[in-house]
Nanobody
Framework: QVQLSESGGGLVQAGGSLRLSCAAS????????AGWYRQAPGKQRELVAV??????????NYADSVKGRFTISRDNAKNTVYLQMNSLKPEDTAVYYC?????????WGQGTRVTVSA
């Protein structure tokens, strides 16, 4: 059974940091493109950061709104993808979702809530 489990969300003051984790089971995550998405209340889900599979070079890409503040990374030994979030802003408040995909496969975690207070 394929499962992505996010953790690390919580309440933080503006300017603070959080690290989100996405632990995978049932898939070898390094073979997948992995991404973090977020959905704020009343808004559509949006891409935050993505990292290509390790076999494709592990290239990263970020939404303009988080460039320079967020970093996506992998730990293949732990089958986990991380999102380090620094200099958090109230507008970063959202539920953050992990995604793993190939051309023929697409799966999501259940989400972890991040709340940034002013």
């Amino acid at each position: 059974q394929v499962q992505l489990s996010e953790s690390g969300g919580g309440l933080v003051q503006a300017g603070g940091s959080l690290r989100l984790s996405c632990a995978a089971s049932g898939v070898i995550l390094r073979f997948y493109t992995a991404g973090w998405y977020r959905q704020a209340p009343g808004k559509q889900r949006e891409l935050v950061a993505v990292i290509s599979s390790s076999t494709s070079g592990g290239f990263t890409n970020y939404a303009d709104s988080v460039k320079g503040r967020f970093t996506i990374s992998r730990d293949n030994a732990k089958n986990t993808v991380y999102l380090q979030m620094n200099s958090l802003k109230p507008e970063d408040t959202a539920v953050y979702y992990c995604n793993a995909r190939t051309s023929a496969f697409d799966t999501w975690g259940q989400g972890t809530r991040v709340t940034v207070s002013a």
